[in-house]
């Protein structure tokens, strides 16, 4: 009796050890699938976090794609422009320089016309014309003091034109002019600028731009 006393007090220790052994298994599974679950938890949150940096990571990248597309966009308006400003440039020198050309041209065309004109004038304005009548005319240098005579004699010297002619107290009386006498009751008579004089050769005086003409008349 007492030997089956002993064995229901150790089967009912046994038992106990075993419900223990259950019970201990429950709570530590229990433990360990809370701590699984609070780290799946934790990782879902970490997951999360991750995509959502990740769709963050995505927006700024396709926002710099954006923005590199539209500085293309711009570096080749910016191209374009100075390629505009470039060639603007080359053609405002290139007519800055044709505007110098023609200005340094037209400078020079107006100081030639004007020396021109002014050897013109200086040149007609000391030269006188003497026509001899059979013989031609000839431009000869006007100076201060001339006179009709005088104007013959420097034509005398410079064309190689024989003269020859008398003094008298009242002037001179010319004989011959170009080996050409007068004859008989001829005479040389001359007209100054168109029109017969009323003095004698060397008592006219003369101008630059005066005509003297010569020719042969008869008392």
Request: a neutral charge.
């Amino acid at each position: 009796m007492k030997k089956n006393h002993q064995q229901n007090h150790f089967l009912d220790y046994f038992a106990f050890l075993i419900l223990a052994v259950v019970l201990a298994g429950f709570v530590y599974g229990g433990l360990t699938i809370n701590k699984l679950n609070k780290a799946n938890q934790k990782l879902a949150q970490t997951q999360d976090q991750l995509e959502e940096k990740i769709g963050n990571l995505e927006s700024k990248l396709i926002d710099s794609q954006n923005q590199l597309v539209d500085l293309n966009d711009r570096l080749d308006q910016n191209d374009k422009k100075l390629s505009y400003y470039r060639k603007l440039a080359l053609d405002t020198q290139a007519e800055l320089a044709k505007t110098k050309e023609e200005s340094i041209a037209n400078t020079i065309t107006n100081a030639i016309q004007t020396v021109t004109k002014k050897v013109y004038v200086e040149k007609k304005n000391t030269d006188s014309t003497l026509t001899i009548e059979g013989l031609g005319s000839y431009k000869v240098t006007v100076t201060s003091g001339d006179n009709a005579f005088t104007i013959l004699k420097k034509a005398s010297d410079q064309y190689g034109l024989k003269i020859s002619y008398d003094t008298f107290s009242f002037g001179v009386f010319v004989t011959e002019i170009g080996g050409i006498k007068p004859v008989g009751n001829q005479y040389w008579a001359f007209y100054y600028n168109g029109k017969y004089s009323q003095v004698g050769a060397s008592d006219q005086k003369v101008s630059a731009g005066d005509t003297i003409y010569w020719r042969l008349e008869s008392f």
